[in-house]
């Protein structure tokens, strides 16, 4: 079965340091979203593509890159991890021409920087 | 820009009990409206989607329907069970946004046994 799958699952860090986290969707879909979700703010999109090479910042971009270099994997960067990044991200994927475009979501990456 | 809010934020009710969910978008130029469940400690699961021709969708104990006009969708679920204790997120795509969704904060079911 086609899914979406993210690793590491936890993650602890330390202020300062790059950290990946890694998306990775076998549902050949060309847009891919990433979000982080926090008590107070719900879920609120940070970096987003709609196919290989294609990038867009959300509302919360700053301190994050993504790059999509194949149509399965949108990895997200922090470049200098800082405690305010310490939140649950979440990647999703979607398809202009399948089931109205329905997002489908990982498992989520809890990450802690301390 | 769109907002999305959902009322209550959390809600308690005994097993059995049919319950109303409520999400209000403040742009009613939608392409479609999206129901989701999650789990705590998981991601988030797709329950129905209504495309904004439509005014209603089913699936199994779950109704969703759909009033743009009024910047309206309710998630009806009926004869409630323990195990539909969850959050449940609406999220909506506009017209002018893409794919991307814009989420509410969520209601927070629980059901008592």
């Known amino acids: 079965d086609a899914e979406i799958t993210q690793s590491p699952r936890h993650k602890i860090t330390e202020t300062g340091r790059q950290v990946t986290l890694a998306c990775h969707q076998t549902w050949n879909h060309n847009n891919m979203f990433w979000y982080r979700q926090d008590l107070g703010h719900g879920l609120r999109l940070i970096h987003y593509s709609y196919g290989v090479h294609d990038t867009n910042k959300g509302e919360v971009s700053d301190g994050y890159s993504v790059s999509r270099s194949n149509t399965e994997d949108l990895p997200l960067t922090l470049e200098s991890a800082a405690s305010s990044q310490t939140s649950v991200y979440f990647c999703?994927?979607?398809?202009?021409?399948?089931?109205?475009?329905?997002?489908?979501f990982g498992p989520g990456t809890r990450l802690t920087v301390l | 820009k769109q907002e999305v809010t959902q009322i209550p934020a959390a809600l308690s009710v005994p097993e059995g009990e049919n319950l109303v969910l409520n999400c209000s978008f403040t742009?009613?130029?939608?392409?479609?409206l999206q129901w989701f469940r999650q789990d705590p400690g998981k991601g988030l699961t797709s329950l129905l989607l209504i495309q904004s021709s439509q005014r209603e969708q089913t699936s199994g104990r779950l109704n969703a329907s759909l009033d743009k006009s009024s910047g309206r969708s309710t998630l009806y679920i009926a004869a409630s069970q323990p195990g539909d204790s969850a959050t449940y997120l609406c999220?909506?795509?506009?017209?002018?946004?893409?794919?991307?969704?814009?989420f509410g904060e969520g209601t927070q079911l629980t059901v008592n046994p």
């Open positions: 742009d009613s130029a939608i392409y479609n």
């Open positions: 999220a909506v795509k506009t017209e002018t946004s893409g794919s991307r969704l814009t």
């Open positions: 999703a994927s979607s398809d202009e021409n399948r089931r109205y475009n329905e997002q489908f």
